[in-house]
């Protein structure tokens, strides 16, 4: 049976507190903004590498913290993971930054989890790292699994909460959160599969296009190599390799 992971996207999106301080471009983020997108991409990554997951929390409600352990305790999960942004001070902006990850003391799985996931989630875009800790939070202790919670990076750091605001840090966390949960696991990340541009049909028979170099390029080529004529056989020799192309063969 596949493992099950509950991902928790920690609080409702319109939790009291649980925001930017206004920032210099007249925006608010609300941390549930970072922490949904991150458990959506984080989701898609788990199942193509063959977990289950379950969502603890599928709407932007505040759905209480003991309802979202008991589901993960419900269904049995084999890992909880929390994904959060973190906040200090008093409510304004301020120079704290960087990543930490919370496990409940005591637990050795969950230690184990934790430090996996927050080294991981120290590869990609470089942050401070403030490093794996103990905490007595409702999802570490209420939860009958390892359970981890993330701290992505400062929504009062003025500099970070740019970060968490963007596409592409959000995609960055969810991945090497996904690559964390495998090696944990100790199972390959499968990557995302591109999508190979299909290869245009072949429009041209290669006789024919052989034919075509044979008997005019080639000779067209020969006859301005004799007239000292470099730019006209350079010319030539491009021609028949479009052809080639054209024809679906290597280029000479
Ligand atoms: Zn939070």
Do not use: W
Not at 148 to 161: D, K, P, R, W
Not at 172 to 181: D, K, P, S
Not at 220 to 249: F, I, M, V, W
């Amino acid at each position: 049976m596949a493992k099950l992971i509950a991902l928790c996207d920690g609080h409702g999106m319109e939790t009291a507190g649980k925001r930017t301080p206004l920032l210099p471009n007249g925006v608010v983020m609300r941390e549930n903004e970072f922490n949904r997108r991150v458990v959506a991409l984080l989701d898609v990554h788990l199942k193509r590498c063959g977990f289950r997951t379950l969502l603890v929390a599928q709407t932007d409600v505040d759905t209480p913290l003991r309802a979202r352990t008991d589901a993960a305790n419900a269904a049995k999960a084999d890992l909880y993971l929390s994904v959060h942004a973190n906040a200090f001070g008093a409510g304004g902006l301020n120079s704290v930054r960087g990543i930490e990850t919370f496990h409940r003391l005591g637990s050795v799985e969950g230690a184990k989890a934790a430090v996996t996931l927050h080294r991981s989630l120290l590869g990609g875009t470089k942050l401070p790292n403030r490093g794996v800790k103990t905490a007595d939070f409702h999802v570490l202790r209420e939860t009958r699994m390892p359970a981890v919670l993330v701290e992505c990076g400062f929504m009062t750091n003025v500099e970070e909460a740019a970060l968490l605001r963007s596409e592409a840090y959000r995609v960055e966390c969810a991945e090497e959160l996904a690559r964390g949960v495998c090696e944990y696991f100790g199972l390959p990340f499968v990557r995302e599969a591109k999508t190979n541009p299909v290869e245009p049909a072949v429009k041209m028979d290669p006789k024919d296009a052989n034919h075509i170099i044979d008997s005019f390029v080639r000779p067209s080529r020969a006859d301005a190599l004799k007239k000292g004529d470099q730019a006209g056989a350079a010319e030539a020799h491009r021609l028949a390799n479009e052809l080639r192309k054209a024809s679906g063969q290597p280029t000479q």
